[in-house]
């Protein structure tokens, strides 16, 4: 889902750096192969995360929802030399493609894929210190997930959650079904948080961006 017009998205994408060719390569194949493929990050999203990542040049990084892989390739474009993320899907069936992706890209030494219950592995990587987590998995779980890493996150550290617009019903009040719901609920959670700096990007289906004090 686009929050933005289309015209208004094609020409953000003209203005940002270009689709690296295997990210080219893994949107084509998630929309020839995989349902729902509308879920993949893609060009303009995934040139944020690589921004962000650049900026904060993380040793650590998790991820919550690998997906095809295509935002674990963006946000390991900031790793810094020895850095490592650690991407969570839980959908095994996706673990051959994911392979492949990650094994065609230059990051594959520093990605760290786990397969399998989040909230499970995130207590197994208990001991891990983050400088950027990305949420973008099922979003009933969004306030579970955000106070379970919370405490690993370091000071000025990032918090990225995805879809939190929701295709525009968070702000449309005739909008009450469950998913929406929880969504709103898990961004007043947020918006009231002390212990963060919030702010919601209206990228594609909304990006929430959480700085840890």
């Not at 953000?12 to 192969?33: A, F, G, S, V």
């Not at 390991?76 to 095994?92: D, S």
Request: charged residues 25%.
């Amino acid at each position: 889902m686009e929050i933005l017009p289309e015209i208004l998205q094609q020409y953000l994408e003209t203005h940002c750096e270009p689709e690296p060719e295997l990210l080219k390569n893994i949107n084509r194949e998630t929309y020839l192969k995989v349902l729902k493929p509308h879920m993949l990050s893609g060009h303009y999203q995934g040139r944020l995360l690589s921004m962000l990542s650049k900026l904060m040049q993380p040793k650590c990084i998790l991820e919550i929802g690998t997906y095809t892989g295509y935002a674990t390739i963006c946000l390991a474009e900031g790793l810094v030399e020895g850095g490592e993320i650690h991407t969570i899907e839980v959908n095994r069936e996706m673990e051959e493609m994911i392979r492949k992706n990650f094994a065609a890209s230059a990051f594959e030494k520093s990605i760290f894929p786990h397969f399998g219950d989040a909230q499970q592995i995130i207590l197994e990587l208990s001991g891990k210190v983050y400088d950027i987590a990305f949420v973008d998995a099922d979003k009933k779980n969004n306030l579970t997930y955000f106070n379970m890493i919370l405490p690993q996150v370091k000071s000025g550290g990032l918090i990225i959650v995805d879809n939190v617009l929701w295709k525009g019903k968070v702000y449309d009040s005739a909008a009450n079904d469950t998913d929406t719901r929880l969504i709103r609920e898990f961004n007043d959670a947020i918006n009231v948080n002390d212990k963060v700096e919030k702010l919601i990007l209206p990228v594609r289906d909304g990006i929430l961006i959480i700085r840890k004090k």
